[in-house]
Structure formats: structure tokens, C-alpha cells
């Protein structure tokens, strides 16, 4: 079945967008757990493109079919699984990337959505938090996925939850989601 294109956010209210990301259906990847294990030779790099073999993959249906077997493992590796086996895929930063931010409402009554580059949806949370790292490059910041998954959020998102950080002139620096507050500082 081919997967659908992912939505466009600027079309959508937020209600829409919780609906869509409710309705969602993925794999039970947590609870496959087959003894067949190996190598995919399958890379995702920091900017969210998805390689096999070293070419990268072009088409966008694959990429989202393939990250709704995705799974990170507790030891923080990253894995494609089905029932039969269970593939090691290597990620060099996150295993997606926000590309698009949609906000609704102020102050503790805001919701922030996401699109990730995968077309995923999701919004920011008390179950999808919002985290920034410090890195020798600058800020990283980063919103939980799913089952330890993490997209890093892109650096013109970034600056848009900056300047709602500024104009909100909250102490620390941070946003509200879904009656959540997340401070945009770096943790220590």
C-alpha cells in the first residue's frame, strides 16, 4: 500500500493536526523481537536523508515506509525491525528532522506542532518533550518522537521558538506546549 504525502501544516488547525497524529498507526516495532539480526547498510545523516550502500534515497515513499520500522534500541543504537529480523541502521544525529512549526494559542494555552521530514506530525508535550543540547557548534535542540526517537528541529524552527520565547519573556527562556513548559537553554 503506498504511503500517503505527508500533509501541509499551513492548511490545518491544531485540532486537525492532534487528530491526524492520533490516527496514526505504526508498527509494534517495541514488542518484535525476532533472533534473525544484521546490517541494513542503511545510513540517516544529520540533515535527515536516508542512504543505502552509500546512495542516497530519493524517493520520499520509501524513506517514510522504512521509518515506521525504525526503533531505538536501550543502548541508544538505532534498528529497523519486523518480526522476522531486526537490522542495524546507523543515524548520525537524530533519526528525523522538524521542518515545519505550526502555533496556536499563548502562554500555557499554546500548542506547537511539528512536521517532520518524514511527514510524521506531532505535537509538543508532556509525551513529545522539547530539549536543547550543547554541543561544541552551538545548541542542538530536539523533540522526542517516539520510543526514545528523536527529531533534531531545525535551526529556522529554532529561531521561530526563540522569538516566541522572547516575546512570552519567560525566565528561563522557554515555550509552552499542550500545558507543558520547556526551557529553550541547554541542559547542564
Partial sequence: MPMPPPPDLAGLSLADI??????RRLPPVDQWH???????EMRIAADGSWYHQGDRIDRPEM???FATILRREADGSHVLVTPAERLAIA?????????ELKSEGEGPARRLAFRLNTGDLVIAGPEHALTVVERADGPHPYLHVRGGLQALIARPLFYELAEIAIAEDHAPAGVWSDGAFFTLEPAA
Avoid at 492532534?18 to 490516527?23: D, G, I, N, P
Avoid at 525476532?34 to 541494513?40: A, E, F, T, V
Fill in 18 to 23: 492532534a487528530r491526524l497524529a492520533a490516527e
Fill in 34 to 40: 525476532p533472533d534473525r539480526s544484521g546490517d541494513s
Fill in 91 to 99: 543515524v548520525d544525529d537524530a533519526a528525523f528532522v522538524a521542518v
Fill in 63 to 65: 524513506v517514510r515506509l
